[in-house]
């Protein structure tokens, strides 16, 4: 069995285009990957969620969001694993580069978990 942990964060900045929003989803993205692929982190994904639609699509709990932008769209989304049996859950590595990106940790599971189940992300 294995024991994961999840770290979401979520962009407060508003983005004036959408190749903006597009842009920093794959800095990220490329910047995950370098953690991953250094057994730093086990998975992430970054999604950009453009419209309320959004949500429902791509299985996103839309409270843990609006806590961060009241609403605003577009934003994105990035959900980083760890498997706390390999990983410490509480690297700064990540941290430090998703908060330095301008994105908040808006949930932390197990530390903030109201139910047993939460759809941490396999490696992309």
Known sequence: MVNLACRIYVSR???????????IKNALGSRLSSLLNNEIIAGYAVTILSETDDFDEE?????????????HLPAIYVNVT???DEHDAHSEEAASL????????????PAQAAWAVFPCTAPP
């Not at 996103?60 to 969001?65: A, G, H, L, M, S």
């Open 13 to 23: 900045q508003e983005f004036e285009t959408q190749e903006a929003v597009v842009d």
């Open 82 to 84: 760890y498997d706390i």
């Open 59 to 71: 299985d996103i709990d839309r409270e843990i969001v609006e806590s961060v932008t009241a609403g």
């Open 98 to 109: 998703l908060l330095g990106s301008g994105m908040v940790l808006a949930f932390s599971y």
